[in-house]
C-alpha cells in the first residue's frame, strides 16, 4: 500500500497548493499557472477514463473541450457579460457535445479501436477549420474576446474593510480576480470528485472489466457498445465543463486556446506522464507538464544562451525546438514507462 | 437487381456514380471534364500516400499515425532537389527536364525507404500487437519527424518549382486540362498496376496476400513474415514519399503541416475503402478525390465537411469499409 499512499499524498497535495494558490503565490502569472493546472487536472482526468480506464483511445478530446468554451464564449459576445449566458453558453456547449459523443460513440465503437482513433482524428479536425471558417460567429483564427460576470472584475470588491476599502486577508486582496480563481478551482474540484466516484463505482468496474478482455465482458452480459459510448459521453460532457469554465477565466477563446491539436497532444502527454488508469496520475501529470510548459521553456532560453559559443547544442536547446524534446520524451516514456510516474510508483511501492 | 449491380462491377461503379451524377448537376460538360480530371489526379496521389499504409495494416495490424510524416519528407526532399536543379528545369531540353524530375523523385522516394527503415526498426519493432502503444508511439513518433522538418526546412512556406515540360494545359474542346494532372494520372495508375501485379502474379504477392489474410498460418508454413514485413512497410513508405513529391508539385507550395493534413485524408480513405487491400483504397481515394473537387465546385460551403459526411454515409452502409481485405482470423 505504501505506492497507492505516496501517489495519493502528492495528489491531495497538489490540491491542497491550488486551494492556497493565491495566498502562497501572489504573482499573476503564477495564478495564471494554477488556474491552468486545474483546468487541465480535470481535461486530462476525463480523458484517462477513455484511455486508462476504459481502452479508447480518441483524438478528439479537445474538440469536446472546445465546444465548452465556445459555447459560454459566443453566449457571452452576444447576450453581453452576466450568468445567465455563461449558464446558457455552457448548457449548449456540452448538449452539443453529448450529441456528436453518442454519434460518434454509437457509429464506430462498434468496430475496432484504431477505427475509432482514425475518426474521432478525422472529426476534430474538421471542427478544427469549420470553427476557423465560421468567423462571423467564432471570430475565426483570431478568436474572440468578452467581458464575464462583473463578480469577476479585478475592480469588484468582494470583502470589504471598515474604511469601505478592499480587505486583504494575508496580504491578499479580496477582489474579483480571487473570486474568478475559486470558481475555477471549485469547478475543477468538484469534477474531479465526481469521476473518482465513478471510478470507483460499479460502473468504473465495468469498464476495467470491458479494457480488461472485452469479449468476456460480453460473454457476462455487459453491452459493451453501450458501456463505451456512456464513458465516451461523460467524458465528452466533462471535457466541455472544463472548457467552458477556461472560458470564463481566460475571457478569451480562440482556436490556440481551445482547438488546437498541440492541446490534444498535452493532453495525451500529461495522462502518459501521470500514469494512465489512475485518477491520481492524471493530477501529477497535468501539474508537471503545465509547470514544464510555463517555466521549462525560460530554462531551456538561459540553456541556449548560455552554450551559444558551443556548435549545435543552442540549437537544440532553442526554445522553439521544444515540442521535439516533449516528442522524444514522451516515445521513451511510452517504451520504458508505460505505466506513466503514479503507474510505476504504485507498481514498485506496493510490491516492496 | 443486386445481382446486375454486382454483374456490372458493384461497388468499384461508385466512382463512375459519383461522376455522373456530378455531370447532371454541373450541367457544362468543360468544367465537368476539367473538375473531373482534376478528381482523379488528386485521387491518384492521394491513392500513393494511403496504399502503405492501407497494406501494413493488414499485414501487420500496425497502423501507424506517423504515416504522414513520409509524405513531408517525400515533399521536402523533391522541392530541394528540384530547387538545388532549377538549372535543368528552366533549361529548354526536354531531356534535362525529365532528367531532373526523376532524380527528384528517385531521391524522394529514397528518403521514404530510409526513413521507413529507420521508423520501423526504432519505433514499431518494440510495440508490434500493442494497439494502444503503437496509436501512442507513431503519434509521438509523427510529432518528432514534423519538429525536425521544421528544423531542417523551417517554417516559411517552401515555392515547389515544376518542370517545364509539365507547365501549362492542354485544350480538349473547351475543356482545359493540366498537364501535370494527366500526369500524376498516368503515374498513379501506372504505380497501380506495378503494385496489382506484384500483389498478384509473383511469390511474394502470394505471400503477402497469404500474409494478411492468415498471418500465423503463413508463418508455421516456414516463411519470415518479420522480414516481409520490413519490406512491405518500406515500399509502403516509399510510395508515401513518392506521393508527398508529386503532391509538392501539385500544390506548389508547401509548409511543415502538410504531413498533419494529409494524416486526415488518407485515414478517411483507408477507412471509406477498408484497411489491407489496395483496390479498396484505389477506389476510396478516387471517391475522396473526384467529390473533393466537385463538392468544392458545387457548393464551397460544404467542401470542408464533405469528406466527413461521405466517411459517415459509407460507414454507416459499410462498417468495415468498402473493399476491405478477407480476414481470416
Given at each position: 500500500m505504501r505506492g497507492t499512499l505516496t501517489v495519493k499524498g502528492a495528489a491531495l497535495l497538489i490540491w491542497a497548493l491550488l486551494l492556497f494558490a493565491p495566498f502562497l503565490f501572489q504573482d499573476v502569472r503564477q495564478i495564471e499557472v494554477a488556474a491552468r493546472i486545474a483546468i487541465f487536472i480535470v481535461l486530462v482526468a476525463s480523458y484517462d477514463l477513455l484511455i486508462g480506464y476504459t481502452g479508447i483511445v480518441s483524438f478528439a478530446h479537445t474538440m469536446f473541450f472546445g465546444m465548452g468554451a465556445?459555447?459560454?464564449?459566443?453566449?457571452?459576445?452576444?447576450?453581453?457579460?452576466?450568468?445567465?449566458?455563461?449558464?446558457?453558453?455552457?448548457?449548449?456547449?456540452?448538449?452539443?457535445?453529448?450529441?456528436?459523443?453518442?454519434?460518434?460513440?454509437?457509429?464506430?465503437?462498434?468496430v475496432k479501436a484504431i477505427f475509432f482513433a482514425m475518426i474521432t482524428l478525422a472529426?476534430?479536425?474538421?471542427?478544427?477549420?469549420?470553427?476557423?471558417?465560421?468567423?462571423?460567429?467564432?471570430?475565426?483564427?483570431?478568436?474572440?474576446?468578452?467581458?464575464?460576470?462583473?463578480?469577476?472584475?479585478?475592480?469588484?470588491?468582494?470583502?470589504?474593510?471598515?474604511?469601505?476599502?478592499?480587505?486583504?486577508?494575508a496580504g491578499v486582496k479580496m477582489n474579483g480576480k480571487i473570486a474568478a480563481y475559486y470558481f475555477v478551482f471549485v469547478i475543477s474540484a468538484v469534477l474531479f470528485w465526481a469521476m473518482l466516484r465513478i471510478t470507483g463505482s460499479p460502473?468504473?468496474?465495468?469498464?476495467?472489466?470491458?479494457?480488461?478482455?472485452?469479449?468476456?465482458?460480453?460473454?457476462?452480459?455487459?453491452?459493451?457498445?453501450?458501456?463505451?459510448?456512456?464513458?465516451?459521453?461523460?467524458?465528452?460532457?466533462?471535457?466541455?465543463?472544463?472548457?467552458?469554465?477556461?472560458?470564463?477565466?481566460?475571457?478569451?477563446?480562440?482556436?490556440?486556446?481551445?482547438?488546437?491539436?498541440?492541446?490534444?497532444?498535452?493532453?495525451?502527454?500529461?495522462?502518459?506522464?501521470?500514469?494512465?488508469?489512475?485518477?491520481?496520475?492524471?493530477?501529477?501529470?497535468?501539474?508537471?507538464?503545465?509547470?514544464?510548459?510555463?517555466?521549462?521553456?525560460?530554462?531551456?532560453?538561459?540553456?541556449?544562451?548560455?552554450?551559444?559559443?558551443?556548435?549545435?547544442?543552442?540549437?537544440?536547446?532553442?526554445?522553439?525546438?521544444?515540442?521535439?524534446?516533449?516528442?522524444?520524451?514522451?516515445?521513451?516514456?511510452?517504451?520504458?514507462?508505460?505505466?506513466?510516474?503514479?503507474?510505476?510508483?504504485?507498481?514498485?511501492?506496493?510490491?516492496? | 437487381m443486386s445481382d446486375l449491380f454486382g454483374k456490372l462491377g458493384g461497388i468499384y461503379l461508385l466512382p463512375v456514380a459519383l461522376a455522373l451524377i456530378a455531370f447532371v448537376l454541373i450541367g457544362a460538360p468543360s468544367s465537368w471534364l476539367t473538375l473531373t480530371v482534376a478528381g482523379l489526379a488528386m485521387g491518384m496521389l492521394i491513392f500513393l500516400m494511403a496504399s502503405g499504409l492501407s497494406l501494413v495494416f493488414g499485414l501487420m495490424d500496425v497502423l501507424n499515425f506517423g504515416h504522414s510524416a513520409f509524405v513531408s519528407f517525400g515533399a521536402f526532399v523533391a522541392a530541394s532537389t528540384l530547387a538545388a536543379l532549377s538549372g535543368w528545369l528552366g533549361a529548354p531540353s526536354i531531356l534535362l527536364n525529365i532528367a531532373a524530375l526523376v532524380l527528384a523523385l528517385a531521391a524522394a522516394i529514397a528518403a521514404g525507404l530510409l526513413a521507413g527503415w529507420l521508423f520501423e526498426r526504432i519505433i514499431i519493432k518494440p510495440v508490434y500487437h500493442d494497439h494502444l502503444r503503437q496509436i501512442l508511439i507513431t503519434m509521438g513518433a509523427l510529432i518528432v519527424a514534423e519538429q525536425l522538418i521544421l528544423a531542417t526546412w523551417g517554417g516559411t512556406p517552401t515555392n515547389v518549382p515544376r518542370p517545364a515540360f509539365l507547365e501549362?494545359?492542354?485544350?480538349?474542346?473547351?475543356?482545359?486540362?493540366?498537364?501535370?494532372?494527366?500526369?500524376?494520372?498516368?503515374?498513379?495508375?501506372?504505380?497501380?498496376?506495378?503494385?496489382?501485379?506484384?500483389?498478384?502474379?509473383?511469390?511474394?504477392?502470394?505471400?503477402?496476400?497469404?500474409?494478411?489474410?492468415?498471418?500465423?498460418?503463413?508463418?508455421?508454413?516456414?516463411?519470415?513474415?518479420d522480414r516481409l514485413f520490413i519490406g512491405v512497410f518500406m515500399l509502403g513508405s516509399g510510395l508515401a514519399a513518392?506521393?508527398?513529391?508529386?503532391?509538392?508539385?501539385?500544390?506548389?507550395?508547401?509548409?511543415?503541416?502538410?504531413?498533419?493534413?494529409?494524416?486526415?485524408?488518407?485515414?478517411?480513405?483507408?477507412?471509406?475503402?477498408?484497411?489491407?487491400?489496395?483496390?479498396?483504397?484505389?477506389?476510396?481515394?478516387?471517391?475522396?478525390?473526384?467529390?473533393?473537387?466537385?463538392?468544392?465546385?458545387?457548393?464551397?460551403?460544404?467542401?470542408?465537411?464533405?469528406?466527413?459526411?461521405?466517411?459517415?454515409?459509407?460507414?454507416?452502409?459499410?462498417?468495415?469499409?468498402?473493399?476491405?481485405?478477407?480476414?481470416?482470423?
Open positions: 465556445y459555447g459560454v464564449a459566443i453566449a457571452l459576445k452576444q447576450m453581453g457579460p452576466g450568468w445567465t449566458p455563461v449558464l446558457l453558453g455552457s448548457a449548449a456547449g456540452v448538449a452539443v457535445a453529448l450529441v456528436l459523443a453518442v454519434g460518434i460513440g454509437l457509429l464506430s465503437l462498434r472529426a476534430a479536425s474538421v471542427v478544427l477549420v469549420l470553427a476557423t471558417q465560421f468567423s462571423q460567429f467564432t471570430g475565426g483564427d483570431d478568436g474572440m474576446t468578452y467581458r464575464t460576470p462583473d463578480l469577476f472584475k479585478p475592480a469588484t470588491k468582494l470583502l470589504v474593510d471598515a474604511e469601505g476599502k478592499v480587505l486583504s486577508i460502473l468504473g468496474t465495468v469498464l476495467k472489466a470491458i479494457r480488461e478482455n472485452e469479449a468476456r465482458a460480453e460473454g457476462i452480459g455487459y453491452r459493451v457498445v453501450a458501456y463505451r459510448t456512456a464513458v465516451f459521453c461523460i467524458a465528452a460532457g466533462t471535457a466541455a465543463l472544463a472548457g467552458a469554465t477556461y472560458a470564463v477565466w481566460l475571457k478569451y477563446t480562440g482556436p490556440q486556446t481551445a482547438l488546437s491539436f498541440s492541446i490534444m497532444i498535452d493532453i495525451l502527454l500529461m495522462v502518459v506522464i501521470g500514469g494512465m488508469g489512475t485518477m491520481w496520475g492524471a493530477v501529477i501529470g497535468a501539474t508537471l507538464m503545465v509547470l514544464a510548459q510555463y517555466y521549462l521553456r525560460d530554462l531551456m532560453e538561459v540553456a541556449a544562451g548560455a552554450t551559444a559559443n558551443i556548435p549545435l547544442l543552442p540549437e537544440l536547446l532553442n526554445p522553439e525546438r521544444w515540442l521535439l524534446w516533449l516528442g522524444v520524451i514522451f516515445i521513451l516514456l511510452v517504451y520504458f514507462f508505460p505505466s506513466g510516474i503514479a503507474g510505476t510508483i504504485i507498481q514498485k511501492g506496493d510490491k516492496a | 501549362g494545359s492542354i485544350i480538349i474542346g473547351d475543356a482545359a486540362v493540366e498537364i501535370y494532372r494527366l500526369f500524376a494520372l498516368v503515374l498513379g495508375a501506372v504505380v497501380y498496376l506495378g503494385l496489382y501485379l506484384l500483389l498478384n502474379r509473383t511469390r511474394i504477392g502470394l505471400l503477402i496476400r497469404a500474409g494478411v489474410e492468415n498471418r500465423e498460418m503463413v508463418e508455421s508454413l516456414g516463411f519470415k513474415i513518392l506521393g508527398g513529391a508529386m503532391w509538392a508539385g501539385y500544390v506548389t507550395l508547401i509548409t511543415p503541416a502538410l504531413g498533419a493534413e494529409m494524416l486526415v485524408i488518407v485515414f478517411i480513405v483507408v477507412i471509406i475503402g477498408g484497411l489491407g487491400s489496395i483496390q479498396g483504397t484505389l477506389l476510396g481515394a478516387l471517391i475522396v478525390g473526384l467529390s473533393a473537387n466537385y463538392v468544392g465546385f458545387l457548393a464551397p460551403k460544404l467542401a470542408l465537411a464533405s469528406n466527413m459526411i461521405l466517411m459517415m454515409i459509407i460507414l454507416l452502409w459499410r462498417p468495415n469499409g468498402l473493399a476491405p481485405a478477407a480476414k481470416g482470423h
